[in-house]
């Protein structure tokens, strides 16, 4: 299994066509209005989020994405948050959560969180000890 990273406009532009597809289902079916796949690009290449593709082998096309952006609390708390998970191998997801925590851990995050559906709640506490902390609630005015 190959891990990269999209960290920057280099590496945006020489990986965004193969991370784009990976991340568009995932925003076209649970991300609510809050941000688009260019949203995402655009957040890399300011270096406000970063992309984490899975291959099943070097040089192969990725099989996974996570996006996940580093968010800075006033209370001085520093949290990951993950925007995007995609793909064709999600069972497959727990060796990318390694390198993409040790990524945060460096950039001063001390916790990873995400919204996410039941579904993926029920999929997310397959592959590690996940927490609810808040529950999301909307009302369109």
């Known amino acids: 299994m190959e891990v990269s990273f999209i960290r ?5 532009r020489e990986l965004w066509a193969v991370a784009a597809p990976l991340l568009e289902r995932c925003v076209r079916h649970s991300v609510r209005g809050e941000y688009s796949v260019d ?9 406000a989020a970063v992309v984490v593709l899975v291959s099943e ?12 952006e580093v ?6 708390l520093v949290v990951g948050n993950i925007m995007a998970l995609g793909g064709w191998r999600l069972r497959d997801a727990y060796p990318l959560f390694k390198p993409l925590c040790e990524y945060l851990r ?29 529950r999301v609630l909307r009302l369109e005015t």
């Open 8 to 12: 920057n406009k280099d590496e945006a």
């Open 39 to 47: 949203d995402i690009r655009a957040m890399v290449e300011e270096q």
């Open 57 to 68: 082998d070097k040089g192969a096309p990725p099989v996974l994405a996570v996006a996940a």
């Open 71 to 76: 968010v800075p609390y006033v209370s001085g």
């Open 106 to 134: 460096r950039c001063g995050c001390t916790v990873v969180e995400c919204s996410c559906s039941p579904a993926m709640e029920r999929f997310l506490k397959q592959l590690g000890p996940w927490k609810e902390s808040y």
